[in-house]
């Protein structure tokens, strides 16, 4: 179910999945109902509240929402990432090639968490200052973040005026293996959190060239694999 998993601050865990898990996400065409019950046995392996896990509906924009507790029926934020203020909520992002990157800084409630959508557009708008922006707002400080599979640089082939449209990003400008322009999603946000003074940690794998991972690029239509922060139960 996951294909990378491990620990921030403070007892937070930080997990991103594979397709062992299923398609997460309601958008794709998929049966609705399993759709549901996949995100329900989701939570039950991340040991969280029923119905507590907070996704969004993603639009490529650089917006961040700030959500606390279980959502009301039928409340979905309409964004590109989501902070947890003291990290009790349980936060998702999906993606299938886009980068899904979490967060946690310690704030004066306890861990403050988020979790951000970051593809070509919302990298370029601005996504991951925002949400460390928002973090730094709720009082975070000594933030981490962890970037999940995406498409790779050697394999993220893009029209050469896409490139150009990226050259403030440091670190974009790739070439695919079989030497075309390419973009290297990885490597911008990564230097760009960097540059915000925040630590990074890169988790392995190319959704293109990993089976294991769904790729829209690679499938489309396909489903969605999710990155998940949440606050691990305190045991007696």
Known sequence: MF???GQGPQGIRVAFTDTAAGN?????GDDSAAVCGRRSALEQRMGVEPGSLRF??????????????KPAPGEVPVADALVSADGSTPLAVMVAD?????FAGTGPDGI??????????GLLDGILANTAAALRYAGADGIQAWIGPGVCGNCYEVPGEMV???AHLP??????????PALDLPAAARNQLQSLGIAVQMIPGCTMEEPELFSHRRDAPTGR???IIWQARQHP
């Open 225 to 227: 694999f999710a990155g």
């Open 3 to 5: 294909w990378w998993e």
């Open 98 to 102: 886009c980068l899904p990157v979490l």
């Open 56 to 69: 969004m509906e993603q639009v490529h924009s650089a917006d961040v929402a700030l959500v606390d507790g």
């Open 24 to 28: 997460l996400a309601l958008h794709v």
């Open 112 to 121: 403050a968490t988020a979790a951000a959508h970051a593809g070509r557009r």
């Open 171 to 180: 670190g974009a400008a790739s070439e695919t293996s079989w030497g075309t």
């Open 164 to 166: 150009s449209g990226a």
